[in-house]
Structures are given as structure tokens and as C-alpha cells.
């Protein structure tokens, strides 16, 4: 029997458009999509063929894994800076459900209350140095206060004297992902460094010289055995232990951004204020999805398939649109307005709103999202309830072009004081 013939995708006639791309950042594929009225559209990226989609069913079929692979889908330099190599980011069928499973195993309710309790002490403990400076760049501080939270909760010991250069080093590896030249080798000679680091602390663990609790990451890592009852070796177990604590580091970008918010909507501040549990949770999930961190997302066609009557081939490289569908104005009213209030009636769908990406738990799904959550609502209820500052004038735009972005002057504080 003869199929229905495709329709054929709409189409950027161009050799190539990577430069565009990095010119137009996170406004690249949904600009593209509002250009063409189409969920999806084919363009030529790094000399390839690319098929970008974007909004609700977009990312159901993306996170379909009969239909899509991630091998191959991950470019090299964002593996040599971003992610490490061999993580769970790029694994398969049981190997990926096997050690997904080995990070699911952390987040356990009880792991999550400590983690809550670290992070209100972590941030104790920085305003009682805050108090003593008269100016305060929040992003940075907001960094070092998630790697002690990272590292303590993961169980991985950080000695005083080293928290700036790990710090520093885990920022670089993030802040390397969109990036060409030397912002992307820092975050290669970062990701260098942390891997020596972290491997030396697996093998310290294996000898015995360390012991952690068991029921830390590290432990949890350090022990793990892989389907063939091997433990991992050295350097897969220090990308993992990485994938771990870097993107704790992350979070300081969702609360900067969410100091931003609080500035910029005062509104919202005396709700915080008032302390009510369910307006937090909502003031967080705005932040995730208003402000710019991932843009898109890659996998490629596992094998050829039809959606919405477009032919999807063998090996094509295709780009979820995140940012875009977390401002789809079929999903979302007045996308480009700060409303948390919009949390109330959303009905949790795994498809529309997905800054940690989307789907299920156990398909790639980041296993953070309620680590992130917990600790942007400690973070940011503290700076809206229990300091007091000032934000003097700065430049708190942020770029929609350099991905990761950050507001330019990583926002400033004057006379933090503990509030009255
Ligand atoms: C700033 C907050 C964070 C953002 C924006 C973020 C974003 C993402 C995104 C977009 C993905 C890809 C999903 C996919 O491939 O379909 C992901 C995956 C992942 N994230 Fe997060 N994440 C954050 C925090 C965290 C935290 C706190 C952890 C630590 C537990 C974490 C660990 C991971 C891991 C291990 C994966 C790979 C999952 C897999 O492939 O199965 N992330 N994250």
C-alpha cells in the first residue's frame, strides 16, 4: 500500500546559518517559527541539515525515545566543556535507565530536606560576611554558595582555601556551552582541572582514605556498579559526580535571575513576603520559565518516521526549541509578562513547560528539577524576607544573544543587612 506523501517542511534556504544562530541566541528558533507559522521548520547548521521544532507536541514526539536517539546528538566541544564524556547525557536503553536510576536513588525526601536545611544554614553563613562589605555582585556569591551546598550535600570534601577555584572552575564549564573561543577553552581547562580533581577523590574513597555517608552522591557513585557488575571506571564515575555538583553551581543563575525579578516586579516582593508557601513555589517556576538558560535541545532520528505529516529521517539532527516553548503563546498568556499567579491554574503537563527539558523521570529528563526547585525557593525567599540591600544603578540587562546569559553586572547589592 502506497503512504499519504509529506508535506514538505518549510525551509531556510541558506548554505549555513550558525552565525545566525549565535547572532540571535535564544530568539533564533522561535523567531523562525513565528516567521514560517510552523511548529517546524529545516535549516543548515554546522554543515548539516537541522530540523528545529518547538511548542507542546514538539516535545512529546522529541522525548519519544522510539523515535529519537541522543547518540550522536551532543557536539564534542560541548562534551569537552559542558558535559564530560560517557555521562548518562548520552546513554541508551538499559544502560541509561540503569544509571538514571543510580541518580534518582539520591533524591529521596530525606536527602531533600537536608538539602533544604544546608542551604538556609549556607546562606546564613554568607550575610554575616555580606554584613561586614558595603558592596556585594550577587552572582558570584550566590556560586560559592552553591558549591558548599553541592559539595557538602554530595559528600565531597572542599577545603576553604580551594572554594574559589572550584567555584570558578564549575562556572566555567557552564558558561562555556554556547560559546566560541576563549570563554569555551576556559571552560575546557575547568572541566580538565575538576575531573583531576574529582577522580582523585573517587580513588581516595576506593582506598579507604575516605568515607563518606552512604548515602551521599559520592558514595553512591564511587560504589556503583554498571550492568556487567563493574564498577565504573575513575573517569565516568568523576563526569557523573560532576554532573552532580556543576549544575547545583547552576542554580546561582536562577537565583540571580530571581533577585532580578524581585527587583523588576516589587509587586512580587511583598508576596514573598508574606511567606506563603504556594506563592514561592509559583515565584520559582516563573523564574525557570521567563528568564533565558537552555535554548534548545538535540537528539537525532532513530529511524524514519511521519509527524504532523512531515517526514523525519534516519540520522537527522533535530533541535528542540526550549526556550521558545516555554513563551509559546498557544501555551502560555502573555508569555512575555512576569506573572507567577499563571502557576495556579497550569495543570503540570511533563511537554510545555520544560527549562530542565521534558517528559518523564526515567527518559532524559533532568533529575534535578526538585533539587533546583528547593533550593531556589530557600534562595530566594532569603533574599526577599531576611536581608535587607540596596541595588544601586547598574546595568541589569541580559543578553538574549550570549548563551548562557547573566545580567550584566551580575547584579550588584549595597548595605546587606539582616532585615528588621
Ligand atoms: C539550573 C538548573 C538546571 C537546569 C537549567 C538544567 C537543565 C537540564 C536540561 C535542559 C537537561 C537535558 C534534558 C534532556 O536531555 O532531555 C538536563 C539534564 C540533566 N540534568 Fe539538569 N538542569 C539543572 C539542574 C540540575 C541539577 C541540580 C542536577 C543535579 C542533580 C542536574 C542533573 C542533570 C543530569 C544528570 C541530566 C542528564 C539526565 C539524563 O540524560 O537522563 N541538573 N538538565
Known amino acids: 500500500m502506497k503512504g499519504v506523501a509529506p508535506v ?46 518547538g511548542g507542546k507536541e514538539a516535545a512529546e514526539v522529541f522525548y519519544d525515545e522510539d523515535k529519537f536517539t541522543r547518540i550522536g546528538a551532543i557536539p564534542n566541544r560541548m562534551k569537552e566543556s559542558l558535559f564530560g564524556k560517557n555521562g548518562v547525557h548520552v546513554l541508551e536503553g538499559n544502560a ?7 541518580f534518582m536513588s539520591l533524591m529521596t525526601s530525606e536527602r531533600l530536606s537536608e538539602l533544604t536545611a544546608l542551604t538556609e544554614k549556607q546562606w546564613e553563613v554568607a ?52 560559546a566560541i573561543g576563549p570563554r569555551h577553552w576556559q571552560g575546557r581547562i575547568a572541566r580538565n582541572r575538576s575531573e583531576r580533581w574529582i577522580r582523585r577523590i573517587i580513588a581516595q574513597v576506593r582506598s579507604g582514605e575516605l568515607k563518606p555517608r552512604e548515602e551521599t552522591a559520592l558514595y553512591t557513585f564511587a560504589w556503583h556498579r554498571d550492568l556487567q557488575d563493574r564498577l565504573l571506571d575513575l573517569q565516568t564515575a568523576a563526569v557523573e559526580l560532576l554532573n552532580i555538583v556543576r549544575p547545583i553551581v547552576a ?35 516563573e523564574v525557570r520559565r521567563y528568564y533565558p538558560f537552555g535554548p534548545f535541545l538535540g537528539a537525532k532520528v532513530r529511524s524514519n518516521f511521519k509527524w504532523t505529516g512531515h517526514q523525519f529521517k534516519k540520522g537527522t539532527l533535530v533541535l528542540l526549541d526550549i526556550y521558545g516553548t516555554n513563551h509559546d503563546p498557544d501555551l502560555w498568556d502573555k508569555p512575555d ?21 521534558g517528559g518523564y523521570d526515567m527518559g532524559h529528563r533532568c533529575p ?8 531556589m525557593k530557600v534562595s530566594l525567599a532569603f533574599l526577599a524576607n ?35
Open 8 to 53: 514538505a517542511i518549510p525551509r531556510e534556504n541558506v548554505l549555513d546559518n550558525t552565525l545566525t544562530l549565535l547572532r540571535e541566541g535564544y530568539h533564533y528558533i522561535p523567531g523562525r517559527r513565528r516567521h514560517f507559522k510552523s511548529d517546524i521548520f529545516q535549516t543548515r547548521l554546522l554543515g548539516q541539515k537541522v530540523i528545529c521544532i
Open 96 to 102: 541509561h535507565s540503569h544509571r538514571k536510576t543510580m
Open 127 to 178: 550575610i554575616a560576611d555580606w554584613q561586614q562589605k558595603r558592596r556585594v555582585i550577587l552572582f558570584p556569591e550566590a556560586e560559592k554558595i552553591m558549591c558548599r551546598i553541592a559539595c557538602e550535600w554530595a559528600g565531597v570534601p572542599l577545603w576553604a582555601n580551594e572554594l574559589s577555584q572550584r567555584t570558578r572552575d564549575l562556572s566555567a564549564m557552564i558558561d562555556a556551552f554556547g
Open 251 to 285: 542554580v546561582g543563575r536562577f537565583v540571580t535571575f530571581g533577585a532580578l525579578a524581585i527587583n523588576d516586579f516589587p509587586e512580587t516582593k511583598e508576596k514573598l513576603r508574606v511567606g506563603d508557601d504556594d506563592y514561592i513555589r509559583m515565584f520559582v517556576q
Open 337 to 357: 509578562e512576569f506573572r507567577p499567579e499563571r502557576f495556579d491554574e497550569w495543570e503540570g503537563s511533563p511537554f510545555d513547560f520544560i527549562p530542565q527539558g
Open 368 to 375: 534535578g528539577e526538585w533539587i533546583t526547585i528547593d533550593i
Open 386 to 420: 531576611r536581608i535587607d540591600y540596596n541595588v544601586p544603578k547598574q546595568n541589569l540587562d541580559y543578553s538574549m544573544v550570549r548563551m548562557p546569559s547573566i545580567p550584566k553586572s551580575r547584579f550588584i547589592m549595597r548595605d546587606v543587612a539582616i532585615s528588621s
